[in-house]
């Protein structure tokens, strides 16, 4: 057994060729992955103008579509309410957010499809939920905040006793118990308070 440790840590292992070679394979799946989505994405976007041209007259009220948020930006999936033919514009709201935007109809995308306006209801039904609940948080953080920090500890138990590391354990603990018995009827009183 001895035989084969010794030969074991007389090899040296150079994992710098290894490692070389790891990089540059790397390197060029990453670029290959990199000119992939460009030119998928550049096609894409050259067939989303010509559908969208193509698609300009044929949006009607009661149309899924995909309309441009003016606040963030970002498309959303909409649903037309109304169309006024003389401006070229439409009512559009946005499924599961319940805002209503007036927008051109030329900038609007046909839609992504039922699974599309599914996924974004529910992302809107999770983002109020998260909403609402950040707000009972902070209301919780405020009360909490506002509490008194510890007073300090008594003369006798801030001194080194001697006489019975059982009696200190006792006595901290007896008034570790009385503060937090303090805390929680304080948080017990500012809630009926608040009711």
């Known amino acids: 057994m001895d035989i084969i440790n010794k030969d074991f840590a007389d090899q040296s292992w150079d994992e710098s060729m290894l490692i070389k070679s790891y990089d540059e394979c790397v390197k060029l799946g990453s670029e ?10 550049n096609n894409g976007a050259t067939k989303m103008l010509k559908t969208e041209q193509n698609h300009l007259t044929e949006f009607n009220v009661g149309d899924y579509v ?13 649903k037309i309410l109304s169309k006024d033919g003389s401006n070229d514009t439409c009512l559009v709201k946005y499924i599961g957010y ?12 046909p839609s992504w499809g039922k699974k599309a306006r599914r ?12 909403d ?3 707000t009972v948080n902070s209301s919780k953080k405020m009360l909490t905040d ?18 019975s590391e059982h009696l ?28």
């Open 32 to 41: 290959d992955v990199a000119k992939y989505i460009s030119s998928n994405t």
């Open 66 to 78: 995909r309309s441009t948020y003016h606040d963030d930006g970002c498309d959303y999936e909409a």
């Open 98 to 109: 319940d805002n209503e935007e007036i927008v051109h109809l030329k900038d609007l995308l």
């Open 119 to 130: 996924l974004q209801f529910q992302q809107a039904n999770a983002r109020e939920r998260k």
């Open 132 to 134: 609402i609940g950040s």
């Open 146 to 163: 506002k509490l008194p920090p510890p007073p300090p500890l008594p003369p006798m138990l801030s001194q080194n006793i001697s006489d």
């Open 168 to 195: 200190s354990a006792m006595l901290m603990s007896w008034y570790m118990s009385g503060y937090y018995t303090g805390i929680y009827e304080g948080i017990k009183l500012a809630k009926d308070k608040n009711k």
